[in-house]
């Protein structure tokens, strides 16, 4: 498991390119018959991926979380973004096709992942933070939730959320989770910014072309940066920092949030004309 310790707001903007990925970018995920699990410092988040082949996946726990198993502490959302594929959590099996989702609460030893064609595989997408009560694996169906459309596109960022893990929906001790489709033509994410300093966020982009990449802005207002993000690359979002982006073609991005409150419209908005 990688260990990943985010840097502060002083010390973002003296940071080099290549300081900033290395702090604030996730990448390597996604490797075909591989779990693979990052630590964030920022609220204890791990950041992961389960891509079964041929053979099952079973997510063990990693000596740094000092755990007998995976969730012993923890919960966690999981979303499809590949084929179809199932989840086994402590016996129970869920179906999950591209854009379902599953929440796994605290408490499940043993959690299995496996592809129902290794050729078309599933691609389980990770996001886990401490919790501290108890809430039922509950099977997030996309098409039936409640979703919302943003923007316009005389502005070039039309989109819709779909709202996966949040109080009005599938229940959680900490976690929020959904994801944002950006409509045809509109390239621009969450703008007009906002940060939200009760809880740390991680954006999940995919479904952009391999040759295509999203610019992502970070950091303070008066003093942004950003990183070039490719396909199924995570970016850790502080709550001192926005978090937005603007692609050279449409993508999709997974959205999951921790810390403070689960209340989604908890945002402390920022003017455009005010970033620099």
Known sequence: ????QVADAVRFSRMTTEELRAAFLVDGLFAPGCTSLAYVDLDRAVIGS???????????????????????????????????????????????????????????????FLSHDASAPAEFYLLSYPAHSTYPATKIDSARVETAVLGSSDTANSRRITRLIHLDGARSCQLVMGFTQMSAGSVWNTMPPYTHMRRSEVYLYFNLPAADRVIHLMGPAHETRHLVVANKQAVISPGWSIHAGVGTASYTFCWGMGGENQVYSDMDPLAIADLL
């Open 50 to 112: 389960a891509v079964p082949l041929g053979s099952p996946l079973t997510l063990e726990s990693d000596p740094d979380l000092r755990a007998n198993y995976f969730t012993e502490r923890r919960e966690m959302g999981i979303l499809n973004i590949g084929g179809a594929g199932s989840i086994e959590a402590d016996g129970a099996v869920f179906e999950l096709a591209n854009l379902e989702a599953l929440y796994v609460g605290r408490g499940n030893e043993v959690i299995r």
């Open 1 to 4: 498991m990688r260990l990943i």
